[in-house]
């Protein structure tokens, strides 16, 4: 190790419960949802809505929700990190360490960054796995992640990864493991489902106040106004990716699950829109779950078990949900490759051309 020390990659995660146990899963979800950036609500209100209505009765349905998709190897999305991690490890060789951190559960971010720093790393690439911004996720992982490093007395330099919602390698890694999903259904309509907000938190990522939600057309593309806005990158996502698996705009619907409370959240409804496409004759779809790097309980279980289960009741035939990039080969690399877009830190870029990039990530790299 150089004098200077050297370099380490934290790779950032949502988190998971130890098991679908009720108390494991209890424990989860308070750390989780006392989250000033989820519930972003005073904090009395949220400590009373969590012990009052949410707590007593949520870890146990939760549990068994959790139950119908936990493997041998334990959680889907802490084994389909470690994967990721083990293969991003693998592309950077052992002089780059590697390590994950969840927001919230193990391993912790104040974890990884202790191992990342017993490993002499003073330079670390912070990459939050949450392709589209919000304050909820990504905030929220950086929050966590800037205190915990302050922490030490020689404080790492942190160089963080933007969202890559629209960068080619994503969309390309997504496309390949959704094509074979694609021609095996030959879809009536493709959905692209994103986990959802609360609609009061795109209103605050709008520093000008006039832009989010003010016109039908507001996430039509993105400008100064709605450069954070969640909406709005879902949109481009579902767009690069629709045009990528070559589906007609007419047979995309983007959509947003996983709603919690009464509060309205962004519309329109994955599970309303399934019922009524699924009641008009629709019969063979394939849904697409592009906020998600790993599959998890709202992939798997939300979509892919409750889902299918509604759309068949409802007279649909097929839903079909394809998987997350998860630890594809093809993710490993575009992950490296977004990395490596966004910073010298890393080391060798790809070669000039090699692959068409946005305007933002060539002034990166450039």
């Known amino acids: ?15 998971t419960p130890e098991s679908p146990r009720p108390s494991d899963v209890r ?16 904090a009395w209100r949220r400590w009373l809505i969590l012990n009052l209505f ?12 959790y139950a119908k998709i936990w493997t041998d190897e334990g959680s889907p999305l802490l084994v389909y990190s470690r994967g990721l991690q083990r293969k991003v490890q693998e592309r950077l060789g052992r002089g780059i360490p590697v390590e994950l951190g969840m927001r919230y559960g ?12 017993e490993r002499e790393v003073d330079r670390i690439v912070v990459f939050p796995l949450y392709p589209q911004y919000s304050s909820a996720a990504n905030g929220s992982s950086l929050e966590l992640t800037f205190k915990a490093a302050a922490r030490y007395w020689n404080v790492p330099n942190l160089q963080v990864i933007p969202p890559f919602y629209d960068h080619p390698a994503f969309i390309e890694a997504c496309a390949g493991v959704c ?9 009536e309509r493709v959905y692209f489902s994103f986990h959802g907000l609360p609609e009061r938190q795109l209103l605050k990522s709008d520093e000008t106040g006039v832009h989010c939600l003010r016109g039908e057309n507001c996430c039509g593309s993105i400008g100064a106004a709605n450069r954070n806005c969640y909406r709005a990158q879902c949109y481009e996502t579902a767009r690069l990716l629709g045009d990528r698996l070559g589906v007609a705009p ?8 996983s709603r919690l409370g009464r509060t ?12 009524e496409h699924a009641r008009a004759g629709c019969k063979r779809a394939v849904i697409l779950s592009p906020a998600f790097v790993a599959d998890c309980l709202e992939t798997l279980e939300e979509l892919g078990l409750r889902g299918a289960e509604s759309w068949q009741k409802n007279g649909g035939e097929l839903l079909a949900l394809a998987p997350a990039v998860n630890d594809s080969d ?37």
């Open 1 to 15: 190790m150089s004098p200077a020390g050297g370099t380490g990659l934290l790779l950032i995660n949502l988190g």
């Open 27 to 42: 424990r989860y979800l308070r750390e989780f949802l006392m989250d000033p950036r989820v519930i972003d609500i005073p």
């Open 54 to 65: 949410i707590l007593p009765l949520r870890p146990r349905q939760s549990g068994a929700a």
């Open 106 to 117: 193990n391993p912790s971010i104040p974890q990884a960054l202790r191992k990342l720093k």
């Open 179 to 187: 094509r074979p999903v694609m021609d095996r259904v030959r879809p």
């Open 250 to 257: 007419d047979r995309r619907v983007v959509c947003f699950q």
């Open 264 to 275: 309205p959240w962004i519309r329109p409804y994955t599970d309303e829109l399934l019922v």
């Open 330 to 366: 093809s993710w490993a690399d575009g992950l490296v490759r977004i990395a490596r877009d966004s910073t010298a830190w890393l080391g060798d870029r790809p070669p000039p051309g090699d692959t068409e990039q946005p305007d933002r990530y060539s002034a990166a790299r450039g």
